[in-house]
């Protein structure tokens, strides 16, 4: 822990762990929760069955919680980390209740962006927190720890969801998240402000400026974001088209809820793997041997996508996605503590541009493989080599020193 780390209130470690978790996994709830409900928005909008639209309710989310980002980042920074919260959670809860109210599709999308606006704040934030506390491996490891936990969430929501939607209206899937978050804000009542007061940055445009250049002029923080942002496109496509694969390309409509929380778990046991390895093997290591595995997957995916057709068996779908998603989870913490570690004095600034272009960027780049569906998973395997051999040109890159 830094010297200079401040209290965190009447909170022992284990328990901010799994209050930081929470805080994260508002984020996934506002995707996860409503999977299940994809069937029931296509009928309520006139959709045919077979519609990727509905895909966009997930993109207008994402691309509101990039744009949120920057906003919140640098509030936290001025404000402190528990003002820029309290905001978001506020944000995060009226976009939940427009959506719930939402009678058309394109009002729905406007909701989903504020409600991905709001989002940001806890994702943004609570990496700041992090930083504040902790740095190097042992960052890598409380990131760790904190994603393992979070992930239990997009393991349990769609089968909650699915509760949700056979005993009442599509819609409560989205008071159900507008609930969630309104606990999660009682609970941060017990956490101190960890911002240092010497660290507080002021909002003049100067100011704001230098610490963007700080942020980007960093060769290991600008690396990291990339590779960062080339695995979170395939992954959020993959998010956008889980339900349309399950159902109509496997064939398998009931196990949807089951599919998709099981993948959800190979991602929680591959962080809390990561976080028993990585302070004894160290960052870097875990990286390459990572994405050494993530590209051998992909091309296995590439593999059995041309050599079905597109159309796999459930099975052979299941194994390799198991092994894809536990290469991105290994990535995420260990690409942000790496991105995060030089940016100590700007740490809320630069989570918020390392989360707006890898989250931002990722959206875009989904959505470019999200228009490529042609029944099949094909386009998603593609998705998946981009994205895994960028990442390792991205990370290489980082890790290169410039010629003297």
Request: glycine share 10%; no cysteine.
């Amino acid at each position: 822990m830094a010297s200079s780390a401040p209290p965190t209130g009447r909170l022992g470690r284990r328990e901010l762990i799994a209050l930081l978790s929470m805080v994260m996994a508002l984020g996934a709830l506002g995707i996860d929760l409503m999977l299940p409900a994809f069937t029931e928005m296509r009928q309520e909008f006139g959709l045919p069955a077979d519609s990727n639209r509905v895909a966009a309710v997930v993109t207008a989310y994402v691309l509101g919680l990039a744009g949120g980002t920057l906003v919140f980042g640098p509030l936290s920074d001025r404000f402190g980390r528990k003002a820029g919260l309290y905001t978001g959670f506020a944000v995060y809860g009226a976009g939940a209740v427009g959506a719930a109210l939402a009678p058309s599709l394109e009002l729905l999308l406007v909701a989903r962006a504020v409600w991905g606006f709001g989002a940001a704040a806890p994702r943004t934030i609570a990496l700041s927190i992090v930083r504040d506390l902790f740095s190097g491996d042992r960052m890598a490891r409380l990131m760790s720890f904190v994603f393992a936990i979070f992930i239990l969430v997009p393991v349990v929501a769609p089968t909650v969801g699915a509760g949700i939607i056979a005993i009442a209206p599509w819609q409560w899937v989205f008071w159900a998240a507008a609930l969630f978050v309104a606990g999660v804000a009682v609970w941060t009542l017990r956490l101190g402000e960890t911002l240092d007061p010497t660290h507080r940055l002021a909002l003049r445009p100067a100011d704001l400026w230098s610490a963007a250049q700080l942020v980007l002029g960093n060769r290991q923080t600008v690396g990291h974001m990339l590779a960062l942002t080339m695995s979170f496109g395939a992954f959020v496509s993959y998010l956008a088209s889980s339900q349309l694969i399950v159902e109509d390309v496997l064939e398998r409509a009931s196990l949807f809820p089951l599919v998709f929380g099981g993948l959800a778990a190979a991602m929680g046991v591959a962080m809390l793997v990561n976080a028993n390895l990585v302070e004894r093997f160290g960052t870097g290591r875990m990286l390459r041997w990572t994405l050494g595995a993530y590209v051998v997957a992909a091309l296995l995916f590439l593999v059995l996508a041309l050599s079905t057709g597109g159309t796999p068996e459930l099975v052979p779908f299941v194994v390799v996605m198991a092994a894809l998603l536990a290469m991105h989870a290994l990535l995420i913490p260990n690409t942000n503590s790496r991105a995060m570690d030089p940016m100590g004095a700007v740490a809320g600034t630069a989570s918020a541009i390392i989360g707006a272009i890898a989250t931002g960027g990722g959206a875009l780049f989904g959505a470019v493989i999200d228009g490529l569906y042609d029944g099949t998973v094909t386009p998603l395997a593609i998705g998946f080599v981009v994205s895994s051999l960028g990442a390792t040109f991205f990370v290489r890159w980082a890790d290169r020193q410039p010629q003297r």
